[in-house]
């Protein structure tokens, strides 16, 4: 089943290339609310699935343990830019439980933030693991290893107890078996399980609906998804699709990126949660197909027009063409 095109770049007034990919939305028993394209079909989530990834921080007590606010928790669900915001709280959390970004295991690589970036390397400096878009994620897993007295050495293993945690909480949101799923490396060094995107999809509308869960993670979904509304710049970043959405929606939607032209939203006051796949991986499409997708749902787009229809402009500054999703 080939999957329809959901975006298109046009320049001038001809299409110039087409994004294909898929689309679902679940209420938290399951139940698709709307589907298009193949949604059974395993993807990896990769980034996008982060706050099913914060739930152990939360409902182990280590967020408790260490005093963890809005800021650390959105942290922990983040992708960010590594600003200056970013990279201060996470070192200061890492301080908290005793360690430093020596003992991050996410790699490094320049900070997103186009003028972050520069100031760094014309200061002669080099990025670290603090820069990480992945680092705040990894110092949740960090809190939770040093909160059970885990070794915190090879903490993103497939056998570490932190993502066995982390599996088992894919599993249970998301109503499939994770450990018997196809897994690879995600690019900061964790596991990446392949789900299905109506599974995935029901993953976020459990952190909406919460209905059945156990108290722990009603409470631990709750201020996960209160420190992303209180917090977009920390998930992702200046003048980024999903901080821009969080501000202007308020409570009402929690979007989530990830590589490869994956992207997650959870909709708090209706229980619902969506996910796409862009087949070939193009985060422009992704972007652009997820606005179109929320306003499909009726939230109002007002004031984020510009991410339903991006302008595409050539070197010199000059609009040429547009980007617009096309979803049937």
């Avoid at 699935?49 to 408790?64: D, H, M, R, T, Y």
């Avoid at 399980?193 to 209905?211: E, Q, S």
């Avoid at 722990?216 to 970043?237: C, F, S």
């Amino acid at each position: 089943m080939e999957n329809p095109v959901l975006v298109e770049i046009l320049r001038g007034n001809t299409v110039e290339s087409r994004h294909r990919g898929a689309i679902a939305v679940s209420d938290a028993t399951g139940k698709l609310v709307d589907a298009v394209g193949d949604v059974e079909r395993p993807v990896f989530p990769r980034s996008a699935v982060k706050p099913i990834q914060a739930l152990p921080l939360v409902e182990s007590g280590a967020a408790e343990r260490f005093r963890l606010g809005p800021k650390e928790i959105a942290l922990a669900c983040a992708s960010h830019h590594g600003e200056k915001a970013h990279t201060t709280a996470v070192a200061a959390w890492l301080e908290r439980i005793g360690l430093s970004e020596r003992d991050l295991e996410c790699g490094a690589h320049l900070p997103y933030d186009t003028a972050t970036a520069h100031a760094l390397l014309r200061a002669g400096g080099s990025p670290c693991p603090l820069h990480s878009n992945c680092s705040g994620k990894h110092s949740g897993f960090l809190t939770t290893a040093v909160h059970k007295g885990e070794r915190t050495r090879g903490y993103i293993d497939y056998e570490h107890p932190v993502q066995r945690r982390v599996t088992d909480a894919l599993s249970e949101m998301c109503g499939i078996d994770a450990p018997r799923a196809p897994w690879g490396i995600d690019g900061c060094g964790i596991p990446t399980i392949a789900l299905p995107l109506r599974a995935i999809a029901r993953g976020m509308a459990r952190m909406a609906d919460t209905t059945g869960l156990p108290p722990e993670r009603v409470e631990a979904a709750r201020r996960i998804r209160e420190a992303m509304a209180a917090e977009p710049l920390m998930v992702d970043g200046t003048g980024g699709f999903a901080t821009e959405v969080m501000k202007a929606v308020g409570r009402d939607v929690l979007v989530k990126p990830g590589a490869e032209g994956i992207f997650c939203a959870i909709l708090p006051k209706r229980g619902l949660g969506v996910a796409l796949k862009i087949d070939d991986g193009a985060g422009r499409a992704s972007e652009v197909a997820m606005a179109s997708v929320l306003e499909r749902l009726g939230i109002n787009m007002s004031g984020l027009e510009h991410y339903l229809r991006p302008v595409v402009r050539n070197v010199a500054g000059r609009e040429v063409g547009m980007i617009r999703g096309v979803i049937s």
